[in-house]
């Protein structure tokens, strides 16, 4: 039987139902919920059979098996807490919160109901990432001792500066809202959570831009284009921004392993640099879709030289994020039906967040080191278990 599945926020992220509607093949979209009329307009065009609504409790009592929650940053603790107190799994995206506190009520909320708690962190399952940590895994560069991270958002000014993004009161800040993804890669790939960070940001051009106006209805597809170029001649722009175009942040992770983490808004180019450093060698990505390079030296060199061996990305289904999305959903539905661990984590998304919220108060701040509150360790247990309670496993 199929699993039904309610969306909460028929927006951007809502391109997830083609991964979760299968009639038949064993979950399908019963229900939507959007208090934009855009929006459930949508969603009778494309769900003709399922409730659309702009009631959450409505969406909650139609007896959905699981819901999605794919809304603004600002609103996932809320919405995600009421549906776990009502009994119904959760797939949030992430970030997991925009506060920590929010963050740590709504692992609290999971674990007191015993509802499901799941984190869209797709990044996990794209290929490139995947390649770069199989080959820690294998001991192919010894002990990782360093992770550094360049992340080029090409598209920076049309994706995060036009609309709710750009407001720190919706994001805290895109060091947490982009920067929560490479965040928990740095701890995947490093095997270590942050302790301590330490930031620098500035809004260096958008908020130069004067041209401004309000964009109620629109979406991002309608005002997206790479002939957007450069940043400076990009117009329509958010009425409040105030989050930064630029961020550089350091950490500490646990055994001593260090991790910086670059991100730029304003580049021609858009993708994701990993460079990992262990005890016998290094690997470094160039370019992160299907095709691309992932490159290992384990041999001393001098000076610059080709590296010992290269690995490329290899193809995957089509699907959104490298075909990351449709493996992220098929693991939540497997979650929701049958339980178990899964390659994303509460936790995980947990310490990414507490480590871009603190980041991004140090770069308000006077730069200072910042410490990262710890977990409840029995917290922490009980959803390395997979969601069990200890009289339960």
């Known amino acids: 039987m199929d699993l039904t599945i309610g969306i909460i926020g028929f927006g951007a992220r809502a391109t997830l139902r083609d991964e979760v509607h299968r009639p038949g093949e064993g979950s399908r979209v019963t229900a939507v919920c959007d208090p934009s009329e855009r929006a459930r307009d949508d969603a009778r065009r494309l769900f003709p059979e399922a409730l659309v609504t702009d009631s959450l409790d409505e969406l909650l009592a139609s007896g959905v098996d699981a819901v999605m929650v794919l809304t603004p940053d600002d609103t996932h603790a809320a919405l995600s807490i009421r549906a776990l107190e009502a009994g119904v799994a959760v797939f949030c995206e992430k970030?997991?919160?925009?506060?920590?506190?929010?963050?740590?009520d709504m692992l609290r909320t999971a674990?007191?109901?015993?509802s499901r708690l799941y984190i869209g962190h797709n990044m996990r399952h794209m290929p490139v990432i995947t390649l770069?940590?199989?080959?820690?895994?294998?001991?192919?560069?010894?002990?990782?001792?360093a992770v550094w991270v360049r992340h080029f958002v090409g598209h920076g000014g049309d994706y995060y500066f036009k609309d709710w993004h750009a407001d720190r009161r919706r994001t805290t800040g895109l060091l947490l809202q982009k920067g929560a993804h490479d965040i928990?890669?740095?701890?995947?790939?490093?095997?270590?959570?942050?302790?301590?960070?330490?930031?620098?940001?500035?809004?260096?051009?958008?908020g130069?831009?004067?041209?401004?106006?309000?964009?109620r209805g629109e979406r991002m597809p309608d005002w997206f284009s790479v002939?957007?170029?450069p940043p400076t001649s990009l117009t329509g722009l958010h009425p409040v921004i105030d989050v930064e175009d630029i961020s550089m942040v350091n950490m500490r992770l646990s055994g001593g392993i260090l991790a910086s983490y670059q991100q730029c808004h304003f580049t021609p180019d858009y993708w994701r640099n990993y460079t990992v450093i262990g005890t016998e060698g290094r690997i470094e990505n160039f370019g992160?879709?299907?095709?691309?390079e992932v490159r290992l030296w384990n041999r001393r060199h001098r000076g610059a030289a080709d590296a010992d061996e290269?690995?490329?990305?290899?193809?995957?289904?089509?699907?959104?994020?490298?075909?990351?999305?449709?493996?992220?959903?098929?693991?939540?539905?497997?979650?929701?039906?049958?339980?178990g661990l899964t390659e994303t984590s509460p936790v995980a998304a947990r310490e990414a967040v507490a480590a871009g919220i603190l980041a991004t108060q140090s770069l308000r701040g006077d730069g200072s080191a910042i410490e990262v509150p710890e977990l409840d360790a029995d917290l922490v247990a009980y959803f390395e278990r997979g969601q069990v309670e200890v009289s339960a496993a």
Do not use: C
């Not at 770069?132 to 001792?145: A, H, N, T």
């Open 132 to 145: 770069m940590r199989g080959l820690i895994q294998d001991g192919r560069i010894g002990d990782v001792k």
């Open 95 to 104: 970030p997991l919160a925009i506060d920590l506190a929010d963050a740590d």
């Open 310 to 339: 290269t690995f490329i990305v290899p193809e995957v289904v089509d699907a959104g994020h490298e075909g990351a999305d449709a493996l992220l959903v098929a693991e939540f539905l497997r979650f929701v039906r049958d339980g």
């Open 227 to 229: 002939d957007n170029w």
């Open 288 to 292: 992160d879709t299907a095709g691309s």
């Open 208 to 215: 130069a831009i004067t041209d401004r106006r309000e964009r």
């Open 111 to 114: 674990r007191r109901t015993g």
């Open 184 to 206: 928990d890669i740095i701890h995947w790939l490093a095997g270590a959570y942050t302790e301590q960070v330490a930031a620098m940001g500035e809004l260096s051009v958008y």
